[in-house]
């Protein structure tokens, strides 16, 4: 059962889009094999959130500084979005990150089960960057085969999610 947002701004982040706040709102989106990153600092209330369409831009340097469309591509947004906690002198070991969404919403036939679909990229790729990023995963709910509406509320970091049914 989702909660009462109403007295909240409620912002919605289209794919290739992300938000930064340290006010308290709740953002949404939905995601199929998009990936959504969340991360959020407790004692200073900042909450950002993603939702990336793509595992990585191969046209960009390693740090991503030539990216053209950051918010578009896992490996990008994780390096932007460490970048904004990095700026304001945030322990890495601080930040909250979640992950969500990475499905196989598109029918694939039986002999296809091992291919590595957008969605198992991106959540490869997220795994991979925040690795390398020493960033510590809290939560996630990633996979399967339906999308995800999530909700995030940015005062306290939290992830309401509703399971999208797959009618096709």
């Known amino acids: 059962m989702k909660p009462d947002f109403s007295k909240l701004t409620n ?11 340290v006010n308290p709102i709740v953002v949404s989106t939905v995601l199929g094999s998009c990936l959504s990153i969340t991360m959020f600092h407790k004692a200073k209330k900042l909450a950002g959130i993603s939702h990336c369409q ?16 950051p918010w578009k591509y896992v490996n990008c947004t994780i390096v932007h979005m460490i970048k904004k906690f990095d700026d304001l002198k ?44 020493n960033m510590i995963i809290s939560a996630t709910d990633v996979g399967g085969r339906f999308g995800r509406k999530i909700f995030f509320l940015t005062e306290t970091g939290e992830i309401f999610l509703n399971r999208l049914k797959n009618d096709g």
Do not use: W
């Open 54 to 69: 793509l595992p990585n831009n191969r046209n960009c340097d390693s740090a991503c500084h030539t990216c053209s469309d």
């Open 11 to 21: 912002v919605y982040i289209q794919p290739g889009e992300a938000c930064f706040t």
């Open 90 to 133: 945030i322990n890495r070991k601080e930040i909250e990150v979640k992950l969500f969404g990475g499905a196989d919403v598109l029918k694939t036939s039986h002999g296809e089960k091992k291919i590595s679909t957008v969605g198992r990229q991106n959540i490869q790729m997220a795994h991979e960057i925040l690795s390398q990023h």
